[in-house]
């Protein structure tokens, strides 16, 4: 338990009236609650808990999901099936009174909210309020537009976004908040503006909005977008807006430049009316403003709340070490001095507790004594699970020089995504037809929060393939790195800013094909992780001194928090109060 006097950054001594409000369409909140899918989620969770550690004064918005995203099962072919994830609110969450009310389709729809709060490290509260449309009074199909995490058609999710953004809006106000700042992360929230437009024109008709009210409403928003390729941004047909959100709104969305190619373009329009943006990696920013470039799109790179993700054995290493890194994650680099046997120890033990839960999974007892390799991510086409599999026979090869070699998979396909469900198929398959005694590769079904704390922990070397540039920044690698285990992976993303190479893991050379790619996979897996996993433990054991020291100092959300109050959320503020102190005067004499 770190010393109560021990103060972090707080506003506190900084006053400023109002706070921020935090608009995502998923966050992981507790392992128990079924309100995320993946990264974007666990990003938007280990933000607020952050935020919280630090201090600062925020809300935060989302859906209830009262069904989950989805259970994952896998048959022996690695078919994929769903089923839903229910759950009670009330067993986690205190309803609040107030309710508000949307139009949706021309319906109107009342709202309420579920509140969780967020406790920091030093007792701070971030409240985290769910919304929730299944109320009597709204219909059968109202009822359900708070259910499924990106469940259902185009019709459904511009239906939840009118929930979240506008619904929510409406209900900071119901709930007697002061905003000074609204924080979109990514655009599903991003008619939050809308919102925020309509109630600066007091219910006139919004044709009526001047560049000033356009203006008020853009000194309030900042906005992050996730999304490296166009395909990725939330895009609805003009006939599917004007059905939902009525003609008006559409026509004038339409006047306001949040149009592209014959869609509202929900980053457009995000984009639009805010003063701030910013993507989550440098490279992730460069490609953002070629897709946007008529903005300034700005870098913020991701990263992941420590404490939540570092290991139990290796907390109580670190806490013996280094006992202020909870308190700030920069003191890890103080990592680079901890003691080899140590540090080999701890993650040994990791490793037993990973393998340990593969064999209570799939009944497959795996060495803890040989190189094992993790790879899980939602199974999207472009993260290219099976560029392990190019040379099949190489990487035998290299298995049996290895004196064994474990490849670990997880990860879900959205249930809409057909080819990302084949391309579990695919590992499967290849699974089942290139395992022997050397080489073992196994297939996780349901890869969730409790899953990945596993594998980021207690895999050896963590890999990830994506094509470039559609990384658009990755968080399980820095995950990973807090605990000692490097990247192998392509340079993309965070992996960019993140790669040092042979100290925080090594690079997957470009190439003009999958083939070369995976040629440079192979060769550094040969020639630099191979020799020094089998050869010198002591050597390894400083490689994973400098991947926590390098990269488990940075790429955290302590940090990240600092800059999106410093650069985003209150630039102004903290220029005034640089520029406004002024040196004691000297003494006589001195």
């Not at 009262?66 to 078919?79: E, I, P, T």
Request: hydrophobic letters at 40%.
């Amino acid at each position: 338990m770190q010393p109560t006097s021990s103060k972090p950054f707080s506003y506190e001594t900084f006053p400023i009236s109002g706070v921020v409000a935090y608009f995502s369409m998923e966050i992981a909140i507790n392992p128990a609650m079924p309100t995320y899918s993946g990264g974007l989620g666990v990003l938007a969770g280990d933000t607020l808990r952050s935020m919280a550690d630090l201090g600062v004064p925020l809300v935060a918005f989302s859906l209830i999901h009262r069904k989950g995203y989805f259970q994952q099962h896998l048959d022996a072919s690695g078919v994929q099936s769903e089923d839903i994830q229910p759950w009670n609110p009330s067993d986690f969450c205190v309803e609040e009174k107030a309710r508000v009310t949307v139009s949706v389709e021309g319906r109107t729809v009342t709202v309420r909210c579920w509140r969780y709060d967020l406790v920091g490290r030093y007792g701070h509260v971030v409240p985290i309020y769910l919304l929730d449309t299944d109320l009597e009074g709204n219909s059968g199909w109202d009822r359900g537009l708070t259910d499924h995490l990106y469940g259902g058609d185009t019709n459904y999710r511009l239906q939840q976004e009118i929930v979240l953004g506008m619904g929510g809006v409406r209900m900071v106000h119901a709930l007697g908040y002061r905003v000074n700042v609204y924080h979109m992360n990514e655009g599903h929230a991003a008619l939050l503006t809308l919102g925020l437009l309509e109630r600066q024109l007091g219910g006139g008709p919004l044709g009526a909005a001047t560049e000033t009210d356009i203006e008020q409403v853009r000194k309030k928003c900042v906005f992050t977008t996730h999304t490296p390729v166009p395909a990725g941004h939330d895009r609805f047909y003009t006939e599917l807006a004007i059905r939902i959100l009525g003609s008006d709104r559409t026509s004038r969305l339409e006047t306001l430049g949040c149009f592209r190619d014959g869609m509202l373009n929900m980053t457009l329009l995000a984009l639009r009316f805010s003063r701030y943006a910013n993507g989550v990696a440098m490279q992730h920013a460069k490609i953002s403003r070629e897709m946007f470039p008529e903005f300034p799109i700005d870098s913020i790179t991701n990263g992941v709340h420590a404490p939540t993700w570092v290991s139990d054995t290796f907390q109580q290493m670190l806490d013996a070490h280094i006992s202020s890194w909870r308190r700030d994650t920069l003191y890890l680099r103080s990592a680079i001095d901890l003691p080899e046997q140590d540090i080999l120890a701890a993650h040994a033990t990791n490793k037993e507790a990973l393998l340990a839960e593969v064999a209570r999974r799939t009944h497959q007892a795996l060495n803890p004594k040989v190189l094992t390799l993790g790879f899980a991510r939602r199974a999207a086409t472009y993260k290219r699970a099976t560029l392990l599999f190019t040379d099949p026979k190489r990487l035998l090869e290299i298995a049996t020089k290895a004196g064994g070699l474990q490849i670990l998979y997880a990860g879900k396909a959205h249930p809409q995504d057909e080819p990302g469900k084949a391309l579990i198929q695919q590992v499967v398959a290849e699974a089942a037809k290139l395992s022997n005694d050397m080489l073992r590769i196994v297939y996780l079904e349901n890869y969730d929060w409790d899953l990945g704390a596993l594998m980021t922990a207690g895999v050896d070397v963590w890999v990830n393939t994506p094509r470039r540039p559609y990384e658009a920044s990755g968080t399980s690698g820095m995950k990973a790195a807090l605990n000692g285990v490097p990247s192998l992976s392509i340079l993309d993303g965070w992996w960019i800013e993140g790669c040092v190479e042979g100290f925080t893991g090594w690079a997957i050379e470009d190439g003009a094909s999958d083939a070369e790619e995976a040629d440079s996979l192979y060769k550094k897996l040969e020639t630099a992780v191979v020799p020094l996993y089998l050869d010198a433990p002591e050597k390894w054991a400083g490689l994973m001194r400098t991947t926590v020291a390098f990269n488990g100092s940075y790429f955290s959300t302590n940090r990240m928090a600092r800059q999106y109050t410093r650069n985003a959320y209150y630039p102004v503020k903290l220029i005034e109060r640089v520029t406004s102190w002024k040196k004691p005067p000297r003494a006589e004499g001195a």
